[in-house]
Structure formats: C-alpha cells, structure tokens
C-alpha cells in the first residue's frame, strides 16, 4: 500500500496484564485514522512473573530488567505482525509510541515504573521508540496519569455537548469535555482488575464475560459500603491508582470468609459501577452522553449497572465517534508519540496536577 508520511505506531499494555494492543495509525490528518491492528495475549509464564514484580522480593531489581527485555521481544514481535498485516515496511513508520507495562505507579514519593528495554525495541525494529511517558510529568508534581485525556481532548471534544469518556481498563479513568470549559480527568478506582482477579483465582479464567458470573451472585451492601470506604474515592482529583493499592490483598482485608464466592462477584461489579457513577456525579456534573472504550465496555452487566446508577446520561461505546473502543488507548499512545517526536507538550496539567505544560517521554533512535 502507499503509506501516508504521518505513520506511527502505539503500544500499550495495561494493567490488566492480559496482552498487547498495537496500532498502525495514520495521523496525517487532525482524525486519526486505525490503519491495522494486532493484539498478542501474555504467555502465562510472563503474566506471573509481572505480577510478582508488583511486590518487593529478593533480588527484584535484576528480575525487572530480564522481565523488560522480555516485554521488548513481545513488543518487537507485536510491531512486526503488525507492519505484516499492514503491508507497510518499519521504514515508514515515524515512531513507537510504547507505554511500558507498569508495575509500580507511586507518584507520591516522585517516580513510576513501566518495564521495558526500549533501546532493545528500537534495535530490533529499526524504529525510532518514545517510552516513559509518565516521569516529566511527576517531576513537575503531576501524577503521570491519566494521559490520554490530552488526547480525547484533542480528537473528541464538542463545542455544545458535554461530553465523558470512560475507560473501562484494569483501572477506570475518566475525560470530562465539558463544552467551553478545561478539560480534567482522574482515575475513579477499579475497573475490571479485581473481577479478573478473583474470577482468576476462583475460576480459572481471565475475566468474566459479559459479567455473567457477579449477574449470578446478590451485592452484598455491607461489604459493598466498607469498601467504598476507602479514602481514595473520597479523594478529589488529580488522583491517580492502580495494583498498589487495589489488588486482592486489599479486598481480603473487608472479607469475612463466609462470603458467597458469586456474591463477592457481584459486590465487586457494584463497586467498579458505583465508584465511576459517584465519580461523574460529583466531577463531571451536567454530563449528557457517557463514551466507554476498554475491555470493560464490552461487560454487559458493568454497562447495565452504570445506565442505572446514571440514567439521566446515554451511554455508548466509542464506535460512534469513530474510534475502536478496544484500539483507544493503543491509538492515543501513538499521538502521544507524535507530540514527542515534534517536542509539543502533552501532558494537561489540569489533569494531571503539573506545574506546568510538559513533553513527555524519551526518545530512543533506531
């Protein structure tokens, strides 16, 4: 194919930890175009040896770097699946945009770790990469997440609508576009991490589809009520989270064990729910039409509950507005890798909680 001159490619693997999603986006115009897709699942052997990265342990700072040489050799295989089924060679590619996979996000004491060795991925593909994304803006006192709010600001804005996109990804984040207003964004809570762990560990499966296993179980409204009890949804923005602080440990500090298994499901998809609808309630008021992207979109019983925790907002997925709700974050990494490479700031420091406008991320040559 003739490839347009503006290629680049995003990567993000989020803190789900099921995969890898790339993207070959054409950004020469202001709408950013998919051109291909690919997404390679992690083998379980990486999926654990990440997960175990997400606590202290005996030489863990050697593991982290065999861990992210291996997350390179993914993402270079996932690039090169990609640039195959596109029929476009590495060379009209202007970048990577590769977000790491995290494994610690602790903007309270100024750093974040996302793994990968993004010299490796540069070498292997012959591609120019941007990675660490999140550290300019914790050095200016942000919270290096969110960041894709710059880019729904940039692509889905509406002069008239007030308009919400929630990403519905291990954690859930939201972009308020209010109509002539800044735009602001934060992290609400859990979004599918604690349904997919404990269906995990309790079924063997990566995640309950469609949540017909928690639609099976009753909510539990006490246990519910401690959980929601955490300061962190209390909290104002800018916030940000993720597996430090929701991970199972955590809500097996609230269980009694005499739980139903289905019930504690089922109180877990009410919590994901309540605390996003609480969410837009209290910072996004006056929102009209609510867009997901993310695996959890595609939760039928997680979209039902929010219609009705929210029933004066219509809610659809990105589709509609022209953006793939499973391909949103991979497409918005690959802007955020043009804002680099052309060194325009990236970061809203209304999100975020910066000092100041940053550009994000450090470049590796090919």
Known sequence: MNAPSDLY???MSGTSLDGIDAALVDLSQDAPRLVASHYQPYAKPLKEALLALHQASPNELHQAQLVGNWLAREYAEATHALLKKAGVPAAQVQAIGCHGQTVRHRP??????????????AEMTGIHVVSDFRSRDIAAGG????????????????????RVILNIGGIANLTNLPPGKNTTGFDSGPGNLLLDAWITRHQGKPYDKDGVWAASGKINTVLLQRLLSETFFAAVPPKSTGRDLFNLAWLEGYLTGSESLADVQATLLALSGDSIAAAVQRFCAGAKDIYLCGGGAHNAALVSHLQRALPQCRIQKTEVLGIAADWMEAIAFAWLAQQTMHLRPANLPAVTGA?????LGAIYPA
Do not use: M, S, W
Request: proline content about 10%; overall charge neutral; aromatic content about 4%.
């Open 9 to 11: 490619i995003g990567i």
């Open 108 to 121: 309270e004491h100024g750093y974040t770790i996302q793994l990968n060795n993004a010299a490796r991925l």
């Open 143 to 162: 919270q290096g997440a969110p960041l894709v709010p710059a880019f729904h600001d940039h692509v889905l804005r509406h002069p008239d609508i007030h």
């Open 355 to 359: 000092k100041h406008p940053c550009v």
